[in-house]
């Protein structure tokens, strides 16, 4: 039988910042909407976006990290646990949304590109290593996996790593209530080729962007209160159509993803999907099996961490995966043989996932 080249996932790292930040934090915020201060107790209102959320907590980085330091320690731990010389990296694709952002600046660095600094930091000689960043919304972590998935099937590549970090507590608006959902954090997945008679690594993948009637959903503006006149400008974003979309089209990106694998959702083990809002999620996955004609999500499919991670963007899907490929999830293991969606969604608007078998 002839072999054939897959990309499979050879190592992960993660870095989940110190600073715990609970709803507590934002009690003395003042939110506005519209330009008029809402009226109920921020109290009410903490408790209201966690119900609808299921965020309770949410991660800072700390004062003197930036995005490039974070996803540099997540690049570290992945490349130790794949036991690989850093030198045999092929490319190191970063991917962010808002660069290096100093605290209290709201202005953003990335030049060189972020993937450039880390590769510096990591010492990392060989000028065959290609480094350079991808901006792609909360989805650029799936869509550099699929980069990679492309590099390594050609033959280019033998070794791709993806670093998905964000420190989105530095660009986000304190009088926006939707700012408590963001987060900062970091993950690293090494991909690489391996030759054998069986397909498995990422069988198919699927992307699409809807920009011309959804591109508007996740955007940066001027600051919620009506007096704020510095020239910030801030992560907004429309909520409810957002979860509106999502909730319909993201099942069906997943749905198209796993019909080019030549699967069913009935061969899917675990589903690592972007964790931007619990509720939504659970939606989406409802939704994904109605498209099979099922009237139940299995138990123990999802793994959940936005209750106490939040939303950091491009980092949550990989940091999902490294937690837990090391069983800090409770409930959750892969196994070989094991069969995995990969899924996200996020400003653009982009859709993607990719299937993948350990």
Known sequence: ???????????????????????????????????????????????????????????????????????????????????????????????????????????????????????????????????????????????????????????????????????????????????????????????????????KGILAHKTETHAVNYGNLLTMGRSSHPDENNGNLYLKMNGRKLYEFAVVQVPQVIKKAIDKAGLSVEDINIVFVHQANGKMDTAIMKRLFKLYGKDTVPENLVPMTISWLGNSSVATVPTLLDLVLKEQVEGYKVKAGDVAVFASVGAGMHINAFIHRF
């Not at 660069?99 to 060989?126: E, F, M, T, W």
């Open 1 to 199: 039988m002839s072999k054939v080249i897959n990309t499979v996932i050879a190592g992960t790292g993660s870095y989940i910042p110190k600073n715990i930040i609970s709803g507590n934090e934002f009690l003395n915020s003042t939110f506005f909407e519209n330009g008029t201060q809402l009226e109920k107790e921020n109290s009410e209102i903490i408790h209201k976006f966690s119900e609808i959320t299921e965020i309770v907590e949410r991660r800072y980085a700390c004062p003197e990290q930036l995005s490039n330091h974070i996803g540099a320690k997540a690049a570290e731990k992945a490349i130790e646990n794949a036991g690989i010389d850093k030198e045999t990296l092929d490319y190191i694709i970063f991917c962010h949304n808002f660069g290096d952002i100093p605290l209290n600046s709201n202005r953003s660095d990335i030049l060189p590109s972020l993937a450039s600094k880390v590769k510096q930091q990591l010492g990392i000689d060989n000028p065959d290593c290609v480094a350079y960043d991808l901006i792609f919304g909360c989805p650029g972590w799936v869509q550099g996996a699929i980069q990679a998935d492309y590099y390594i099937k050609s033959g280019d590549a033998k070794r791709v790593m993806v670093i998905g970090a964000e420190t989105l507590s530095r660009i986000i608006d304190p009088h926006d209530r939707d700012s408590m959902i963001f987060s900062d954090g970091a993950g690293a997945v090494i991909f690489e080729a391996e030759e054998s008679a069986e397909k």
